[in-house]
């Protein structure tokens, strides 16, 4: 909507900013239309660029932060660039949150690929030509095909492994996994949606949340594999 040059309204949310750190502060120009008049006359804006690190809760906009912090220091504000560091228990190896051990981060180095941006042109329908970026995975030289394939799968995670790691997991039997499926509820107590899991089978059921004081209902659930 905001790219068709409409208003988006954000409604407001809760969040949890556990780290506000600034890292460096700069000063630049920008082309804009509003400054004094000698930047003004060559088509100049003087900003104010300010490099943060932000550790926060799950559903925070980044951009909406810079935006609503730059109103109330009553000069503006806009982001220019988000680099994502940590995911949940997932973290680049130059994560310096100090949330994760060094042994926890490189064990997600081993289910982690990085990519980078291409540019890609084209012609479109219309005859226009049209270049836009494309998200290419790095992997390693010559491997293409079958190789490429297999060292994409090995760094993979199965559907447990990634439900375990993000977040909370509760083993249940496979009388209960059915029951979930139908849709019904199982008489656990939970009190934080959970990825309810059949052990035995590393079968991913469903997520689950508290739906009373003595029972869990699905909130998403996922076929048999």
């Known amino acids: 909507m905001a790219r068709e040059g409409k208003d988006v309204e954000l409604k407001p949310r809760p969040v949890t900013i556990s780290e506000f750190t600034v890292l460096a502060i ?130 993979s995670l199965t559907m447990e492994q990634a439900a375990r790691s993000a977040m909370p997991a509760l083993d249940i039997t496979s009388k209960e996994a059915a029951e979930l499926r139908f849709g019904r509820r199982i008489e656990r107590t939970i009190h934080e949606p959970a990825a309810a899991i059949v052990p035995q089978t590393h079968d991913v059921v469903a997520i689950i949340e508290r739906a009373n004081g003595h029972q869990a209902k699905p909130i998403t659930v996922f076929p048999l594999a």
């Open 26 to 155: 700069r000063s630049g120009f920008v082309t804009g239309k509003q400054s004094d008049e000698a930047l003004q006359e060559r088509g100049m804006v003087s900003v104010l660029d300010v490099d943060v690190r932000v550790s926060c809760s799950s559903g925070t906009y980044i951009r909406a932060l810079a935006r609503d912090l730059g109103d109330k220091l009553g000069v503006g504000g806009y982001l220019t660039r988000l680099r994502r560091t940590r995911v949940g228990n997932f973290a680049l190896p130059d994560d310096t949150s100090g949330l994760l051990s060094p042994d926890a981060v490189s064990e997600t180095q081993t289910h982690t690929i990085t990519a980078h941006t291409e540019q890609k042109t084209f012609t479109n329908r219309e005859g226009e030509t049209i270049t836009r970026n494309k998200c290419v995975l790095d992997t390693p030289e010559g491997f293409d095909g079958a190789g490429r394939c297999a060292w994409l799968i090995g760094r």
